[in-house]
């Protein structure tokens, strides 16, 4: 059972083994009581859930307990899915470009703590050799026990951007996509039980659109940002297989003129094609309570995917500052910015986080914001496993207060938090 523990914290200087600890956890069954259960159309006032083995065994009105089982009342707190993450670098000063299982335990344990039970990590622009360095280190990484959430795999952002949109990654590093640079990149996604599960990229760079066939052949999501792409440019890799874009609204071309006349960008391709699904970081600063219900009312419930880009400065207090790539970012007022203040940098958000902003300050509905956090992410990568609470299904679960907090959450059957 991949992305376990039995919580506790680290210990400095080594790595604790979980394999026993899994294996315990596991071993017997866990009922959960008097619940509001939450499904991705509905909430259902009370409930009993079973789980057994890392699954989810059985759901009812009311269960029956078994000899020996773990009892959890819940006394009338929300479970719901565990969150999908398919975008976040970062946590707690450690970053996925140490590339190192210290760095990884640290970013999964630290993001469990916000509802997280499944992940990608994130890389950023850099040297291949240091993309490749991470992607190899997960390799290993995400078929082993490890505490809080489980790494699916990695999400390749950079260095397949436009100069003109940079964002916070180096535009030094920033390159044209060609067979002899991707290629090592690609050797980690041969088609079965691949490393790299997402790329985003610049769909108008000269090679995009012959690197988006060679994803597609091999399985792995893709996703437009850091782009300046053209109304026409984005609608080419769309048909091609783009499947998304990345961070909506930042680092991202809208309208604007094309000599006499006004022509949409990536942004409003996006806004306007059911087929395209939105990342959003919904911390209430990258984009707007407004840009949010805009995003909301044109794409609707199912086509947007709540994520954090969170960075190394997620869970560092106010004024640390820290390392992003060959960057220097700060933490200023519970955001992420760039040492010098010029650009945000990712973000200090949790999932929960997203949630509560969508629900308290946009006005969306409970089950649609957690259908945004749960089963499109889910959906977008293909796991037929996760996502939703279901027979059968991983016992990746969240427990929410009254006030949206994350009370526990279990990831693969095994409790990670609370």
């Keep these: 059972m991949k992305g376990c523990s039995a919580g506790g914290s680290l210990r400095k200087g080594r790595r604790v083994n979980y394999s026993t600890l899994v294996s315990d956890a596991l071993s ?16 259902e006032p009370s409930g009993d859930l079973r789980i ?4 989810i065994e059985a759901l009812a009105p009311a269960l029956s307990p078994e000899a020996g089982e773990e009892i959890i009342d819940l006394a009338g707190q929300t479970l719901a899915p565990g969150f999908i993450d398919i975008h976040i670098h970062g946590a707690a000063g450690r970053d996925a470009m140490e590339a190192n299982a210290e760095a990884f335990d640290a970013i999964c344990g630290f993001h469990a703590t916000g509802g997280t039970t499944s992940l990608a990590l994130t890389t950023i622009s850099a040297p291949l050799d240091e993309i490749t360095a991470v992607l190899r280190a997960a390799e290993g990484y995400r078929n082993s026990d490890h505490p809080g ?3 699916l795999g990695i999400h ?3 260095p397949y951007f436009s100069p003109e949109k940079p964002g916070a990654h180096l535009p030094e590093l920033l390159v044209a996509p060609t067979p002899g640079h991707y290629g090592p990149i690609l050797d980690f996604a041969p088609g079965e039980e691949n490393t790299v599960i997402q790329m985003t990229l610049a769909p108008e760079l000269p090679g995009a659109l012959e690197l988006i066939d060679a994803l597609r052949q ?10 300046n792409a053209w109304d026409h440019e984005a609608c080419e890799a769309y048909v091609r297989g783009m499947e998304g874009v990345t961070h909506t609204f930042n680092c991202m071309s809208s309208a604007r003129r094309n000599g006499p006349f006004r022509e949409a960008g990536l942004l409003e391709f996006a806004l306007s094609e059911p087929g395209i699904l939105c990342e959003v970081i919904a911390d209430g600063k990258h984009v707007s309570p407004t840009l949010l219900r805009m995003l909301y009312n044109a794409k609707g419930p199912d086509g947007i995917c709540l994520i ?3 960075t190394s400065g997620a869970g560092l207090p106010d004024g640390e500052i820290f390392p992003l790539g060959e960057l220097e970012a700060v933490v ?9 203040g010029s650009a945000l940098a990712g973000s200090t958000c949790t999932m929960i986080r997203g949630v509560q902003t969508l629900v308290n300050v946009v006005g969306i509905p409970l089950v649609e914001a957690v259908r945004m956090a749960t089963l499109n992410p889910a959906r977008a990568l293909g796991l037929t496993d996760r996502g939703t609470l279901e027979t059968g299904a991983r016992a990746d679960l969240v427990v929410l207060t009254d006030a949206l907090e994350v009370a526990q959450t279990w990831v693969g059957g095994v409790k990670v938090h609370g």
């Design 156 to 158: 390749v952002e950079g």
């Design 149 to 151: 959430a489980d790494l």
């Design 308 to 310: 954090t880009d969170a």
């Design 28 to 43: 017997r069954s866990v009922l959960f009581r008097n619940a509001r259960i939450l499904f991705p159309d509905r909430i």
């Design 332 to 340: 200023r007022n519970g955001v992420s910015l760039l040492l010098d």
């Design 218 to 227: 091999r399985g792995v999501r893709v996703s437009g940002g850091h782009s």
């Design 52 to 55: 057994r083995g890392g699954r």
